[in-house]
């Protein structure tokens, strides 16, 4: 009986010294991820500020290019950007188009009466918004 005993006892010391490198190797494998994840979103903040300093100097270089150049050629206009108002009113006109088709039996006259009423609150929407962005610029 004491040689029975003895053979199991080694197999349980032997189970749990896997069993204890196996735990140990996992904690490992975590704080690797772990390292790992840390560095690749260490890589990502370096390319962005990388791309921010290229537009950085490419906004001064054309910058410079057009305070350089001869009075007489004219610079190529910039890009209007949209007002609040007009993305209030597409934005609203899409959402409202989606639910009204979504909401009313008759599709397409639901999509009709959302995008109008969608347009309407949207344009509204980004007129308040405009309204207190040039507020804010006079003071």
Do not use: F, Y
């Not at 197999?11 to 735990?23: G, P």
Request: proline content about 1%; some cysteine; charged content about 25%.
């Amino acid at each position: 009986m004491v040689a029975c005993n003895t053979q199991s006892d080694k197999q349980e010391a032997l189970l749990k010294s896997q069993q204890k490198t196996i735990d140990s190797m996992r904690v490992a494998m975590e704080k690797q991820a772990i390292i790992d994840s840390m560095n690749a979103l260490q890589a990502q903040r370096k390319e962005a500020e990388k791309w921010e300093e290229i537009e950085k100097n490419e906004a001064t270089n054309h910058t410079q290019a057009v305070s350089s150049a001869p009075a007489v050629a004219a610079a190529a206009p910039a890009k209007k950007k949209w007002s609040h108002t007009a993305k209030g009113a597409v934005v609203g006109a899409g959402t409202g188009a989606i639910t009204g088709a979504i909401i009313n039996k008759k599709r397409v006259e639901g999509a009709l009466i959302g995008t109008v009423i969608g347009a309407g609150v949207g344009a509204g929407t980004g007129a308040i918004v405009d309204h207190s962005v040039k507020k804010r610029k006079q003071q």
